[in-house]
């Protein structure tokens, strides 16, 4: 798939011997957390149909929550490089993974 030649060029670099522990272990945690990120989207993306469904929706609200879905994507995309420029790229990563938290927390106790 698309998360297959990402990480197998990441596995890659992690693994070369131009890479100091410290670094390795960072590239290792980020992986994780990208990896645990997409599965987490892949069950929200399976489920959604369920969830409209037994809230009485139909597919305009499903359409709707994708859309919205997407358009955070978007935003995300836009506002967190620059974002990331002035504060740094750490607490910018914290700051969506913790986000994310909240997010799949919420969803698990709809």
Request: proline share 5%; glycine share 12%.
């Amino acid at each position: 798939g698309p998360l297959l030649t990402p990480l197998c060029l990441a596995t890659r670099l992690v693994w070369s011997s131009a890479m100091d522990a410290d670094k390795r272990r960072a590239v290792l945690l980020v992986m994780a957390a990208v990896i645990c990120d997409y599965i987490g989207v892949g069950m929200m993306r399976v489920t959604l149909p369920f969830y409209t469904e037994a809230l009485g929706g139909g597919a305009a609200l499903m359409g709707g929550v994708e859309t919205a879905y997407g358009m955070g994507q978007v935003l995300g995309a836009l506002i967190l490089p620059r974002l990331s420029d002035r504060i740094g790229r750490r607490p910018v990563l914290m700051l969506s993974f913790a986000g994310s938290a909240v997010g799949y927390a919420l969803a698990i106790a709809a």
